[in-house]
T-cell receptor, first 113, second 115 residues
Framework: AQSVTQLDSHVSVSEGTPVLLRCNYSSSYSPSLFWYVQHPNKGLQLLLKYTSAATLVKGINGFEAEFKKSETSFHLTKPSAHMSDAAEYFCVVSEDAGNMLTFGGGTRLMVKP | DADVTQTPRNRITKTGKRIMLECSQTKGHDRMYWYRQDPGLGLQLIYYSFDVKDINKGEISDGYSVSRQAQAKFSLSLESAIPNQTALYFC??????????????FGPGTRLTVL
């Protein structure tokens, strides 16, 4: 069975400072991992995905994530936060290349001016 | 994503009423999904369909039913709505082949309130 734990329900940063959103997963197989972003009153948008290629994955809007199998982690980072990054972020795991997704509980990112 | 549309966007209804949420897509994808989102729980899968003749239950299918009327249309029904079905509902699609075969594309969501 697969599961995802997002370690922080809320993260607050100042504009221009680094962002770290933490995610740990559990999977019986070699998983695919995703980060989705949800802006207020919007649907979900894919930020990036890991599918057993390079362990450091670059996504849209300057975000990246590193797959660490030994730590079962897939943390999302960005060097410098922007006000427009304020949103809810979901870490997602799939054991079948993305057809069946299991979502984490979400992390709400707040960016202070 | 404008290619996946959901109607209605907002709905308020009363306990015991039958409700249908509709999803349409112009992406040409074969797979479609219904999720519900509750605060702090992420999204949970209600039903999914890998093609027109294929319907499968997800994690939380009790109290819901679906219909795949065509490749582009996937409806979710609440036969007798109850207050704990108040949530944000998302439809998603994916393509079983092609470059983005492992990516799901989400609609804008339907906010349902059951009084």
């Amino acid at each position: 069975a697969q599961s995802v734990t997002q370690l922080d329900s809320h993260v607050s940063v100042s504009e221009g400072t680094p962002v770290l959103l933490r995610c740990n997963y559990s999977s019986s197989y070699s998983p695919s991992l995703f980060w989705y972003v949800q802006h207020p009153n919007k649907g979900l948008q894919l930020l990036l995905k890991y599918t057993s290629a390079a362990t450091l994955v670059k996504g849209i809007n300057g975000f990246e994530a590193e797959f660490k199998k030994s730590e079962t982690s897939f943390h999302l980072t960005k060097p410098s936060a922007h006000m427009s990054d304020a949103a809810e972020y979901f870490c997602v795991v799939s054991e079948d290349a993305g057809n069946m997704l299991t979502f984490g509980g979400g992390t709400r990112l707040m960016v202070k001016p | 994503d404008a290619d996946v549309t959901q109607t209605p966007r907002n709905r308020i209804t009363k306990t015991g009423k039958r409700i249908m949420l509709e999803c349409s897509q112009t992406k040409g994808h074969d797979r479609m999904y219904w999720y519900r989102q509750d605060p702090g729980l992420g999204l949970q899968l209600i039903y999914y369909s890998f093609d027109v003749k294929d319907i499968n239950k997800g994690e939380i299918s009790d109290g819901y039913s679906v219909s795949r009327q065509a490749q582009a249309k996937f409806s979710l029904s609440l036969e007798s709505a109850i207050p704990n079905q108040t949530a944000l509902y998302f439809c998603a699609t994916s393509d079983s082949s092609g470059v983005n075969y492992n990516e799901q594309f989400f609609g804008p969501g339907t906010r349902l309130t059951v009084l």
